[in-house]
């Protein structure tokens, strides 16, 4: 833990609000928060998939508040956030998926970047708050489609609607910044990480949650773009890094605002294929095919690549679990979710293994 920059001592007692609680990211940073003792206050829409983390993790016995509302919500949102009262919140909640941005444009947009406008407000409304920290995507940069990898002074952009909303929540971010926030002793950062995997995640749409379900099913999963690159990373990887600016937000205050990388180290941005080729080599049941209908997809980015060096060389941040340990990692939380382990004890541990905390064992087998 320490070796990460991260203090649960800091932690113990601090008051926490989490949007989007309820979703994947959400639910694991929502149960790291509640091992170190925070109280966390959570505020989102119903679970996104059943099943879900949330639900199967059993979330919502860890909170300190937990109100489903809608960010449009404006006068149940400013509510929350007041009976709350935090020190530092956590925005996540989001339309996170790139393809159904395509289908439901209009939703993509009220909630990433309305959506972002009223929990400023209402952070606004609140003298509790000490920092904040909106968590953006690595696609809300204007994708040029080559080699190198983004930094974070690089321009902003987004040819779908996910990838330009997810722009849009970054400028608003800034704006209150520096309209409001900044002046008013708030600390506020945006985070941009890669392609997130982990155990729990059944979005559709998703490369390994598909992956699991051809997987459960006995049949192929055929894949529409093999060769596309990604710089994926574990689920712990980024949250450790929203935790460590949360920490420095709130210690050193708007030394630390403003935008910031978390992604993988350069070996862990692969190509589909060779994740799905990983993957048949822990499950050798599981196979795979490229897509040859000649049905048209809407585009997405070819390649996409993140530079974290400011967040190494400023934060102290960096990479622990390589592109292998994370597949191993979400494959042992979905063969133990099938078995029947206690779920919840399950992705404590996972947390603990990467925070390299002690680990009795599971049943007599660490599986984790």
């Given amino acids: 833990m320490e070796n990460l920059g991260l203090s649960p001592s800091f932690w113990r007692g601090r008051r926490v609000f989490v949007s989007g609680h309820t979703g994947f990211k959400g639910s694991w940073l929502s149960l790291w928060l509640d091992s170190m003792g925070a109280k966390v206050f959570g505020y989102a829409l119903p679970p996104p998939t059943q099943p879900s983390l949330f639900d199967v993790a059993r979330v919502e016995q860890k909170l300190a508040g937990h109100t489903l509302g809608d960010l449009s919500d404006h006068v149940a949102l400013v509510d929350a956030v007041r009976r709350a009262e935090p020190e530092i919140v956590f925005h996540l909640a989001a339309q996170s998926l790139v393809r159904r941005g395509y289908a439901e444009p209009i939703e993509t947009f009220t909630t990433n970047v309305l959506g972002t406008v009223y929990l400023l407000e209402a952070i606004r409304g609140c003298p509790t708050v000490r920092a904040v920290v909106n968590v953006t995507t690595d696609k809300c940069y204007e994708n040029r489609e080559w080699p190198w990898s983004y930094r974070e002074n690089d321009r902003l952009g987004g040819s779908d609607p996910y990838s330009c909303s997810?722009?849009?929540?970054?400028?608003?971010?800034?704006?209150?910044?520096?309209?409001?926030?900044?002046?008013?002793?708030?600390?506020?950062?945006?985070?941009?990480?890669?392609?997130?995997?982990?155990?729990?995640?059944?979005?559709?749409?998703?490369?390994?949650?598909?992956?699991?379900?051809?997987?459960?099913?006995?049949?192929?999963?055929?894949?529409?773009?093999?060769?596309?690159?990604r710089p994926w990373q574990h689920v712990m990887e980024p949250l450790s890094g929203y935790l460590l600016l949360a920490e420095c937000l709130h210690r050193e205050g708007k030394v630390h605002s403003g935008p910031w990388n978390f992604g993988p180290a350069e070996s862990s941005a692969q190509s589909v294929e060779a994740v799905l080729n990983g993957l048949a080599l822990l499950a050798p049941s599981?196979?795979?095919?490229?897509?040859?209908?000649?049905?048209?997809?809407?585009h997405e980015a070819s390649t996409l690549l993140l530079d974290s060096s400011k967040t190494r060389q400023q934060l102290g941040w960096?990479?622990?679990?390589?592109?292998?340990?994370?597949?191993?990692?979400?494959?042992?939380?979905?063969?133990?979710?099938?078995?029947?382990?206690?779920?919840?004890?399950?992705?404590?541990?996972?947390?603990?293994?990467?925070?390299?905390?002690?680990?009795?064992?599971?049943?007599?087998?660490?599986?984790?």
């Fill in 286 to 298: 599981f196979q795979w095919r490229p897509d040859v209908s000649g049905q048209a997809h809407p």
């Fill in 318 to 368: 960096r990479s622990r679990w390589g592109l292998d340990t994370a597949l191993e990692k979400t494959l042992a939380w979905h063969l133990a979710w099938r078995q029947g382990v206690d779920i919840t004890d399950f992705t404590l541990r996972q947390i603990q293994s990467h925070s390299e905390w002690p680990q009795p064992p599971v049943g007599g087998h660490d599986l984790s």
């Fill in 166 to 229: 997810k722009a849009c929540s970054e400028l608003v971010t800034d704006a209150y910044r520096q309209s409001f926030l900044e002046s008013a002793g708030v600390a506020v950062a945006t985070a941009r990480a890669g392609n997130v995997i982990g155990g729990g995640d059944w979005a559709a749409d998703r490369l390994l949650p598909d992956a699991f379900r051809a997987l459960d099913a006995n049949a192929p999963l055929e894949i529409r773009a093999p060769k596309s690159i």
